[in-house]
């Protein structure tokens, strides 16, 4: 039986299969990154975007933020379709034009990408970085992905700046 939740722009490539057998040796580490960013040239449209997502969910601690970016940023066709799961899409299509996003921060943080919808999971993290609770509204048009694995709900901001900041209520 065929997983529902695969994209619609799935085609099986040899080259895909080959580069992902590669990353699936350098699995949850940086060094995985680092190989897509070498050899994403080899891969399909649809190979490009749900390893990229795949890497993302499985491994983005302490990471490159501009080599991030840069591979986000591609104009690479079916972005949308390929890098979130159908199942994501579809949540994320439902979601208000304006979403409240939490952001827990590691101390002295500077820049960053991830946000989640859930308070819930920001105060988890929060405890695990030591670090304090953000805020944010950030336009819907803004967000390059929606990823509900790991259970974090998380959103992807490629620009810190077009997430405005709420104030704190004291």
Known sequence: MIDPDI????????????IA???????????????????????????YWFLLGSLWVSYSGWSDLALWRRLLCSDRPHRDTSLMKPSEMQVFRALPETL??????????TDWIAYTLDRRVAERLATERRGPIRTYQVAKTDVVALFLRRGEQEVLVLDPRSAAPVPAHG
């Not at 409240?100 to 943080?109: K, L």
Request: zero cysteines.
């Open 7 to 18: 994209s619609p722009d799935f085609v099986w490539h040899a080259e895909d299969a080959r």
């Open 21 to 47: 057998a590669q990353l699936v040796d350098r699995e949850a580490t940086p060094q995985a990154i680092r190989f897509f960013a070498r050899h994403h040239r080899h891969l399909s449209d649809y190979g």
């Open 100 to 109: 409240t996003v939490y952001r827990a921060h590691r101390p002295s943080e």
